[in-house]
């Protein structure tokens, strides 16, 4: 065994990489228990992410539906190049801007500059219940743009180069989307729990 195969196969989330890029290979050939087990590992995360864009529960549910049928219809020309939940969400994402640039709401996708300054989302703060909750008040003071990128980033694991792709920026564009977003959740948690010290310094 080589030892890139040897990688692949002690890191899951390669693996599972692997196994829906071949479950996508069944779809393209109409395979139905292949493209629901798709659905069943990759709704959850496209419903959360729509919803995070769309704000309405049913436009949401619409856009991953439509995702979804892409992928029925569309499997034959997946690429490889991205794993299988960086595709799905960027046909999500691209989706989701469409309806808000038919509702005249593409505006509220864009970045804002001027945003407050953060530090990243630690991990102990997202295993404490209420400090969750804090950081989801949070995540709701920030520009669309940043908020998305922390989503894929931290809730959904992405890399950089994932959610660049997913965003359609670069790579540059996203760790300075990041780095404002860590700035301003920051500042915002401070505020709403109104204690010294809620994030580690």
């Not at 030892?3 to 599972?16: C, G, K, Y």
Request: proline content about 4%; some cysteine; charged content about 30%.
């Amino acid at each position: 065994m080589s030892d890139s195969t040897a990688t692949t196969v002690a890191n899951p989330e390669n693996i599972r990489d692997v196994e829906d890029a071949a479950l996508v290979v069944r779809v393209a050939e109409g395979d139905v228990p292949a493209y629901r087990e798709l659905v069943a590992r990759h709704a959850s995360k496209l419903q959360r992410f729509a919803l995070r864009m769309l704000r309405e529960p049913a436009d949401a549910e619409d856009v991953v539906q439509e995702t979804f049928l892409r992928l029925w219809q569309r499997a034959r020309d997946y690429s490889p190049d991205a794993c299988v939940g960086t595709w799905l969400h960027r046909i999500t994402h691209n989706l989701a801007v469409d309806r808000l640039r038919a509702r005249g709401r593409v505006t509220a996708m864009l970045d804002d500059e001027d945003a407050a300054p953060i530090s990243a989302p630690q991990s102990r703060v997202l295993a404490d219940k209420e400090r969750r909750e804090t950081l989801a008040r949070a995540m709701d003071t920030l520009p669309e743009r940043q908020a998305l990128a922390v989503m894929l980033v931290y809730f959904h694991e992405h890399s950089g180069a994932e959610a660049a792709q997913v965003l359609g920026v670069s790579e540059d564009a996203l760790e300075s989307l990041l780095a404002r977003a860590r700035r301003a959740l920051r500042n915002a948690v401070a505020k709403d729990t109104d204690a010294e010290g809620a994030l580690p310094s």
